[in-house]
């Protein structure tokens, strides 16, 4: 379960605040095991009118199979209540080697609206035994020449008791519409708590996904 306050600043008077709140539960049979996830973001600061968005609902279902002890692919499915009729489906994969470990997936926007490409990469690093370090990178290709959304992204997490990490991520966005004129740069800062339940081992190996983009 994580829960995650985050402020995006635009500049010139545009910046929103959103609380968002996930849960994951994941079962195993041998190899072979799925993964249920719920969220909910809800919009909690605006510095405009127009900036406004409504509540959004979200459920993801997983199912992944382990290659190995360092590797599990997967299968996702999604659906949310930004908009009507939007489902998210595509290939994800969880690869751990050492103290690192990388989570990557593929997935497409099934939307009338916002139809949509997605490409996200982030990885960690242990660097102690209570504090780990990471990095990530997201790209959403619209379709139909609306341009793109990017997030890059770093950040730290610290284990404060067991089973119970806050973190921090610093990241910077870009949404480009297709000209110059229409290719906004900003900022993002998110803090929030993680909790693990079924021990630490078991619970680092459910892939971690935000549909909340």
Not at 30 to 59: H, K
Not at 102 to 111: H, K, N, Q, Y
Request: aromatic letters at 16%; glycine letters at 12%.
């Amino acid at each position: 379960m994580s829960l995650e306050t985050y402020k995006y600043d635009e500049g010139d008077g545009i910046d929103l605040t959103f609380v968002t709140g996930l849960a994951d539960v994941a079962y195993s049979f041998g190899p072979v095991g799925v993964q249920l996830g719920i969220g909910r973001s809800v919009n909690t600061d605006y510095s405009q009118d127009w900036l406004r968005t409504d509540a959004a609902n979200s459920f993801m279902f997983h199912i992944y199979h382990d290659l190995s002890e360092q590797t599990r692919i997967g299968l996702m499915l999604g659906d949310d209540t930004y908009e009507d009729d939007d489902f998210t489906y595509g290939l994800e994969v969880l690869h751990s080697f050492g103290r690192a470990e990388v989570e990557a997936r593929i997935a497409r926007f099934d939307s009338e609206i916002e139809p949509a490409r997605l490409f996200e990469i982030f990885g960690r690093f242990d660097a102690t035994e209570a504090l780990n370090l990471r990095a990530g990178y997201q790209r959403v290709n619209y379709e139909g020449g609306f341009g793109y959304f990017e997030y890059t992204s770093i950040g730290a997490s610290y284990e404060v008791v067991p089973g119970l990490d806050l973190y921090a991520n610093l990241g910077r966005t870009m949404n480009d519409f297709g000209t110059p004129v229409d290719r906004y740069d900003g900022r993002e800062i998110a803090i929030g708590a993680t909790w693990r339940f079924g021990g630490a081992e078991r619970s680092d190996r459910m892939f971690n996904y935000n549909p909340f983009f």
